[in-house]
């Protein structure tokens, strides 16, 4: 197959014989990877009409929806179907994916498929929803676009869901900031009710930088549970690709907006006096302050009204305030 040049990402047609395998992998990647930076890099200028332009360029790009096919056919799920029973085993069940993909107008995604599984180490289980191979690979292909800028709008000790980073960077970050004798001594010890279930709609739509029309088709999609089909009001299922991202994006703020709202009531010297930081890993986190009264009085009411309006709150008998010395569990590390 005749390749085009990785500047600009390629909008090519499919036209005449082509095989699956004989696509020039690096060259897709170095393409779609450097209109990714384009798009961070805008982000990052608050050049918002750019980055839409960008995101555009990119969800109709034939090597993005070539990446995107890629991603969902070669991952561990690639051979769970959905509602409609379909897998993409072949090449050409591959290549006609890329074309689907181009047409995102009429695009229309089907219910997703719910399965409980159970929960690490609990008798309890958790809904998964399964959507289909071609709602996936939509999801995938928008990722591309949305995920350069959430990253570049993250938290800087968010750890949750984001490239290069895992549950023992964030254990590491807890650990030196616990580790000064200075170290702030109380703790938030935060739980979000139902997290992925109950995230509001209207927020999403109105605050996630991607094409809001195919966004809210997914987040309305409805699921089958038991041969019966239910709405979706609220909330992102756990199991779609693009799920995580969205996550992180309804909850970056939580560490950055929190400290702006401690400078501008107190003052930036007080503020820092107070020695409040946040450690976040996708929905769950921790708080540290230098006093609990702090913690009580401030900082707790400002989290409650943060997640409220994402619709979403604090867990009443999970979420609790500690000392050090009484010791803290958080991503399955105890600290003491």
């Known amino acids: 197959m005749k390749t085009q040049p ?66 969902v056919t070669e991952n561990r799920g690639r051979k769970t179907p959905g509602v409609d029973g379909e897998t993409w085993g072949s090449p050409q069940a591959k290549l006609r ?18 399965v409980w599984i159970p929960k690490p180490g609990k008798h309890e289980r958790r809904p998964l929803g399964i959507p289909t191979m071609l709602d996936r690979a ?29 549950t023992a960077d ?19 010890e935060g739980d979000i009710k139902g997290f992925f279930d109950n995230i509001n709609h209207d927020w999403l739509c109105r605050n996630v930088p991607m094409d809001t029309k195919v966004l809210r088709k997914w987040l309305k999609a409805g699921v089958i549970d038991r041969r019966q089909l239910m709405a979706t009001e609220a909330g992102t299922p756990q199991g779609g690709i693009i799920s995580p ?51 009580e009085e401030e900082v707790k009411p400002w989290v409650e009204q943060f997640l409220s309006v994402r619709g979403v709150e604090l867990s009443r008998e999970k979420t609790r305030i500690t000392h050090i010395h009484q010791g803290f569990d958080f991503l399955g590390w105890s600290f003491r």
Not at 260 to 279: D, F, M, N, S
Request: net charge positive; charged share 25%; proline share 5%.
């Open 6 to 71: 990785a500047t600009p990402v390629a909008s090519a047609p499919f036209g005449g014989v082509m095989n699956w395998h004989d696509l020039d992998w690096a060259t897709i990647q170095q393409a779609v990877r450097k209109t990714q930076l384009k798009i961070a890099q805008a982000t990052q200028e608050g050049n918002w009409r750019r980055v839409k332009r960008l995101q555009r360029m990119l969800t109709y790009s034939f090597y993005g929806r070539c990446l995107a096919v890629r991603r």
């Open 138 to 166: 939509m999801q995938a292909l928008h990722l591309q676009a949305l995920e350069p800028v959430i990253e570049s709008t993250s938290d800087p000790k968010s750890y949750g869901f984001r490239p290069d980073r895992s």
């Open 245 to 295: 991202c969205l996550a992180n994006a309804t909850l970056n703020g939580l560490e950055t907006q929190l400290k702006r709202h401690l400078a501008k009531k107190l003052g930036i010297k007080k503020a820092e006096k107070t020695k409040v930081q946040c450690v976040r890993y996708a929905d769950d986190f921790v708080i540290l302050a230098a006093s609990k009264e702090l913690l």
């Open 97 to 114: 994916a890329v074309g689907s993909l181009s047409k995102q107008r009429d695009y229309r995604p089907k219910p997703l498929r719910r």
């Open 170 to 188: 964030a254990m590491v970050e807890l650990f030196h900031l616990l580790s000064p004798q200075t170290a702030p001594v109380w703790i938030l």
